[in-house]
């Protein structure tokens, strides 16, 4: 049996916008648009796509530095970044989530989960408690 796929591209399917709901920039994806290659870690891939508002949605946690520095990035290299719109609920990872999360994997010895060291699961734990700071301001 043969399937044959089709590769559609986002101008071929009429979105309006491309949420990125969950999760932090510990993963990415690369987006190949004819010789450009860009990688994205946080922000959502609508952003290269002009008829399409990019969102960051409130599941979402941030590290601002990796955030400024993919948007920098993407203006480097002509995107136009300005239709991004960022949940004012994200909550925003700090450097004390970082150390927290690299401490505590240290701590749990042979029984490390294995994270990133980001501080993206103690955001979550943050963000569960209503301890977090989000986009808006302290909570």
């Known amino acids: 049996m043969r399937v044959k796929v089709r590769q559609q591209t986002y101008s071929e399917i009429a979105f309006s916008y491309v949420v990125r709901y969950q999760g932090g920039n510990n993963a ?8 450009k290659k860009f990688a994205l870690h946080l922000l959502p891939s609508g952003i290269l796509t002009p008829e399409v508002t990019p969102v960051i949605g409130n599941g979402v ?3 601002l530095e990796v955030l400024f520095r993919e948007i920098d990035g993407l ?6 970044t300005s239709r991004l719109m960022i949940s004012a609920n994200a909550h925003i990872i700090t450097p004390y989530h970082v150390t927290v999360d ?3 994997e240290r701590f749990l010895g042979k029984r490390a989960i294995g994270t990133t ?5 103690p955001t979550y734990g ?3 408690g209503r301890l977090g700071i ?3 301001g302290p909570v």
Not at 28 to 35: A, E, M, N, R
Not at 117 to 121: A, E, K, Q, V, Y
């Open 28 to 35: 990415g994806h690369t987006v190949v648009i004819g010789d």
């Open 61 to 63: 946690v941030v590290d």
């Open 75 to 80: 203006n480097e290299k002509g995107v136009d």
């Open 102 to 104: 690299k401490v505590s």
């Open 117 to 121: 060291g980001r501080g993206i699961g």
């Open 126 to 128: 943050d963000k569960m």
């Open 134 to 136: 989000q986009g808006s």
